[in-house]
């Protein structure tokens, strides 16, 4: 039997087990730093498995279990160590996919697809467990909560989720409903965006609506604000580069006929390097200050840094590559071209380590329900071909490195 129709095999007389698991946890999601429940199921799971089991990362919910290989040379001083992450977290939206195992948790779903990923994890774990006679090194499964603003991944690092053993490398999927179900797509060097948050409070001066020449109308100052807005990317940023302002919510006003006396907006900025990032948000900051000054009210703007740019290291990336052209054929791989305004932040452990995120397919027709949409849906079927993915990329990287 070949290393392919092995980590094959395995991985589909797995996938019954890793169905029931995944369909569980899409009945039941849990929002960022609250995956108490779906944390316990991955350390009962794991438990059985004879690993070492960590738990408490992050706030709580983070676990992390480590796989020692027995293979000659794991546990030699120079022997490896491999991270492979999933993230748990579902997201604040009312299900309407109309799947017999739907949301049970009104307003909660796994738009997302991260009960995909944290029960691919699970099937890899299972499976390396099994042929831990193959493995030249360590792997440390991070099972992560919070991707979806809360910055989990951050949180799992700084506590030492990567140091103890300490990893060289790191690799994550995530499954994208773009690609047809079993392909596999990689985007070397920048990934995903940077996704910065902003506030802009405007302090004008209430009044009647009848009479506005009595007030300072936060209202009109906030529409030349968001209009003004849209230039910065279109007239400040090289147009070789890439950038997006976005106000995603505006609250002001109670009544018709009441000008109020402020006005709160919310805003996102994405982009794709440091300097982009930073001449962003001092022009924003600069647009709504300045255009609040002239109008005779004030502008309180905070701009909070939020996940890294996350970029996969052009070697790992090459090398997931080559693990998937051989695995799936040539057909069912691509080497993506255009990076993803999306933030992630497994960019956090990709500024510790080099590793990459592949994207996996689980469309399985024209114009499958997309990321974060109410009908969104990780296919069961998908799930094999990650577990037999993670586990190759493992133990190639634990034998040979990013050597391809």
Request: glycine share 12%; hydrophobic share 40%; proline share 5%.
């Amino acid at each position: 039997m070949t290393e392919i129709e092995l980590w094959s095999k395995a991985s589909e007389a797995e996938a019954p087990r890793l169905t029931e698991i995944r369909r569980h946890l899409h009945q039941h999601p849990e929002l960022g730093f609250e995956e108490f429940e779906t944390s316990k199921l991955v350390i009962r799971e794991l438990e059985s498995l004879e690993m070492d089991v960590h738990t408490g990362y992050a706030k709580g919910t983070g676990v992390v279990a480590i796989l020692r290989g027995t293979a000659p040379g794991a546990d030699a001083k120079d022997a490896r160590a491999v991270a492979l992450r999933a993230d748990m977290d579902g997201l604040p939206i009312l299900e309407e996919s109309g799947l017999p195992y739907a949301s049970k948790v009104s307003g909660k779903m796994h738009a997302c697809g991260h009960d995909g990923h944290t029960t691919t994890l699970l099937g890899a774990a299972k499976v390396l467990s099994k042929n831990r006679a193959r493995l030249k090194g360590t792997v440390v499964f991070c099972f992560q909560p919070a991707e979806e603003n809360g910055g989990g991944g951050r949180y799992m690092v700084e506590e030492g989720a990567l140091e103890n053993p300490k990893c060289s490398a790191a690799f994550a999927l995530h499954g994208i409903p773009s690609l047809p179900l079993g392909h596999v797509g990689v985007k070397s060097g920048p990934s995903h965006a940077a996704s910065d948050g902003f506030r802009i409070l405007i302090r004008g001066r209430g009044g009647h609506g009848a009479a506005p020449h009595m007030t300072i109308d936060p209202i009109v100052l906030g529409a030349r604000v968001v209009e003004a807005l849209q230039s910065v990317v279109s007239r400040e940023v090289n147009p070789l580069e890439s950038a997006v302002v976005t106000i995603g919510a505006i609250h002001a006003g109670v009544a018709r006929n009441v000008i109020p006396d402020t006005l709160e907006m919310l805003g996102t900025i994405r982009s794709l390097k440091d300097d982009v990032r930073r001449k962003v948000q001092a022009a924003v900051k600069r647009t709504a200050e300045g255009i609040c000054l002239a109008g005779g009210a004030t502008a309180d703007v905070e701009i909070r840094d939020g996940y890294p740019v996350m970029v996969n290291d052009p070697a790992a990336a090459k090398f997931v590559l080559d693990v998937a052209r051989e695995s799936l054929g040539g057909e069912k791989v691509r080497e993506i071209a255009a990076p993803t305004m999306g933030g992630e932040d497994f960019g956090y452990f990709l500024q510790k380590v080099p590793g990459a995120m592949f994207r996996l397919g689980v469309a399985t027709r024209e114009n499958y329900p997309s990321l974060h949409n109410p009908g969104f849906d990780f296919s069961d079927a998908a799930i094999p071909v990650g577990v037999a993915l993670f586990c190759r990329i493992a133990e190639r990287y634990l034998r040979d490195g990013l050597l391809s």
